[in-house]
């Protein structure tokens, strides 16, 4: 009911994501989309270019945490966790100081 009107929710049913109905929704979707993608002559290659483009250390912008403490996070090369570190100020200076950043070039199919 909206503003007295009835209006249909043909999809009300996906709001409980642990029924079977759901599941097998999800799964015959999978399927569809699973074909689809792998007849993309060109998704193999892209996918090698973007593991390349992400694959580089990544850090964090420092917080104080401490007179002449730091605390920022690095999360190395194609990892998804990020470690936590500390250093004292003179340690941090030598350290984002060494820091390099390099780019990929990527070519995309047309």
């Given at each position: 009911?909206?503003?007295g009107v009835s209006v249909?929710?043909?999809?009300r049913w996906m709001e409980e994501?642990?029924?079977?109905?759901?599941?097998?929704w999800i799964t015959a979707e999978n399927k569809i989309t699973d074909?689809?993608?792998a007849g993309i002559p060109e998704r193999a290659k892209i996918?090698?270019?973007?593991?390349a483009m992400w694959n580089y250390e990544r850090f964090s912008a420092p917080s104080k945490i401490a007179d002449g403490f730091y605390l920022y996070s690095?999360?190395?090369?194609?990892?998804?966790?990020?470690?936590s570190i500390?250093?004292?100020?003179?340690?941090?200076?030598?350290?984002?100081?060494?820091?390099?950043t390099s780019f990929v070039?990527?070519?995309?199919?047309?």
């Open positions: 009911m909206f503003h249909a929710d043909p999809y994501s642990d029924t079977p109905e759901w599941n097998d074909a689809y993608l996918k090698d270019q973007l593991t690095k999360t190395t090369a194609c990892r998804t966790r990020a470690s500390v250093q004292n100020r003179s340690m941090m200076s030598a350290r984002f100081s060494s820091i390099r070039q990527m070519e995309l199919p047309l």
